[in-house]
């Protein structure tokens, strides 16, 4: 069964609401293994509506329209979509009879009447949450029509509770199962690289998809249950993870710093972070996730290098030699956090974000992230760019999420694999690999 | 100028991505008077994108594309647009030659340099966010076609600084002129309702818009050239400006965080935080802003009591007396950053963020923000809610806005105006308000 969604509104248009129906009725009709093709917003223009229904009801088997259900004078989508779909409208009593209800001691003038008005012949929806009833009916042209209400809060309960029932009835007992593979060092052509052959399939698929400066491996499959499908699945993540190595970092769809967070409480083990560049980013993504607190001990932005003398015990001799972008900054960063906040693991952010501040030697984007659990310290380096500078958001970003990435390696017992775009031959002076 | 939206993406017709790009393009579009009559979703299938470009072509006078200019095999959008607009694509040499500075030092494959392959004759539109460009070029049947990235790190800027001016000087003669008048501590409702009779004019016009916590006022006039309009709007603006009061914090458009760094840098007056619920946001806001360094002297994340009693100071009879969520730990924090880092003025939040750690006493949303300049201290607390909860991410984000609103407050020597949806009365002990 073939879907399409149209929403009607024209606020949506101007921009000033999203619209996040058409991604909830998309969720919920592929849960229930309904494809859909398309989807379209069109303004409260009764023309321009009663084209776009006519084209899809020509091309789906099941249109579902979202908003213009209300009492007010532009909700003009039922009077159009039944007669683009060739069915009259009626007053419907029982309809009638529960508004008459649902108004009890409130003003019920003609407008809320309206809503009463249905396609002949048709299942009503009920609504839990408002005013306005949905409807499930056929069209002349064959198709399903479903029409729900715009407010998420009323359209989600009719869809569940009621449309998906009604729908589950008339298709095939199909699910669609999905599972999101992060991936986080290879960049989302590399990855596709890699599957090359994987993402061939046709079910189960797999497809590659960009983050901001990471990557995920969307795997699906269709079967009769979730639990076929999962089965069905299973080869192909066992395939997709051999191939990705530890670059893959979540199955579970997780992000970056809720990956470290879940590893240092399994582990029993606390962080603490000293940032420059970052300016607070990495602390911040740490301690956005629920429950950090019990891993993460003290965060410390020390822009200024007497504070990083004071703060952290960074040597003036340090700062004075080699600058407060460079590897030994980082560590000594890393380091004087440890002990500060007498954590397990130390991290130390220093670079250039810019857009000022670089120089040919120390180019906007050079930075420096040193990782130290009291024996070893670790530095990964991300270069800069020599072409045009990327933005002052995309370096700290990036540089958060290396810092992110080296943690969750010490915490998982994990080869401190070097990104493959930022290769570890010229990523550090060897001698700075690791340090006792 | 009529408009459509297409958005290329099989993760946004199952639901799995919320399509917020096409709600951004079509406000940027209505900012400069053109009209969005239809937007449509299609999956990475090349036929049904082909109908869908052929259908909008024949229909509008600008078709905006999002999604689908990346380097993987999914990504068609451009091949099967250009053959729809009946333009060829080719090798376009200056962007390989800036893609090849922008991957230096990394894999630069085949897949990548499909990137600059674009409509022979258009207009390219940078990325300064990622590795695809943009392009701009008219097609067979006339339409003007613009292509767009799909993350929205890339979208949105490329839109502002590229598409938009490029597209204002393919329109009519004309000229829209925008300005952005930023509110903080009136919600949108409440700003509308103080507006009223503002917002129904014609030309200029003024219209609300919510933001994360805050909103504001577009102001909009068309005339012969931006001189002439910003004269229309002047009126407008001074009326808004009064009715708005010191709650109005910039008419340029410029963030929070923008306003607070360039009032410091004006006074040369330094600033340096002490954060627990927010986690270290707050400094990340203030450090977003290039040249933040002259005037942001340290950060620090103070989650363990212990931290905020070593770092900051903070008397363990006041934890234990009042607890870490508490207006006398809020000052201390602020005072003990402000001392540690010699910084004009020192800022400290304590809350509880949840999802977890209220109590009825103490709810989720409960927080403190404290501000010294060293002889007088204020504090706004956020009452929480009793209601259903609102998300960590939600309360971290207002706490810090709250902060840099008392920053910019005492910066610009403002009064320090509560905000009208916590009211004062209810917000801080009278005593606390002030101290020495």
Redesign the interface.
Known sequence: MNAEILSVGTE?????????D?????????SVGI?????????D?PE?LYQ?VT?SLARCDLLVTTGGLGPTDDDLTKETVARAAGVPLAMNEDCLATLTRYFAGRYFGENQKKQAVLPVGCTVLQNDNGSAPGCLFRSQQGALVVMLPGPPGELIPMLEHYALPALAGSNSHAV?V?K?LRVFGL????T??KLDDL?QGSNPTA??????NECFV?V?ARAANEEEALTMMQPLIEKIRARLGTYLYTEEDGSLEETVVHAAMRRHMTLA?A?SC???????R???I????EV?????????N??KE??LGVSAHTLQTYGAVSVQTACQMAQGIRR???SDLGIGITGIA???GGTEEKPVGLVYIALTDGVHTWVRRM?G????A?????Y?YAAASHALDMARRVLMDLPMQEN????RA?SLPAAMDEKG
Chains 1, 2 share one sequence.
């Not at 058409?22 to 592929?30: F, K």
């Not at 494809?35 to 303004?43: E, I, L, P, R, S």
């Not at 970052?278 to 911040?284: A, H, M, Q």
């Open positions: 949506l248009l101007l921009g000033q609401v999203i619209n996040s058409t991604a909830y009725v998309a969720r919920a009709l592929s494809n859909v093709h398309y989807t379209a917003t069109v303004g223009n321009r776009a084209d669609i999905s999101n960049g989302e052509g590399l596709a690289e993402l497809a590659t998809y960009a983050l901001q969307r699906t972070t940032e970052t300016g607070g980013l990495l602390s911040e740490l301690t956005s629920p429950g950090s607190s993460f001990e003290m965060g410390a932005v020390t822009y200024a007497r504070i004071q703060v500060a906040a007498g810019g857009p000022g270069p760019h020599t072409g045009p990327r933005s002052r958001a995309f700290r493959p775009e930022f290769p010229e």
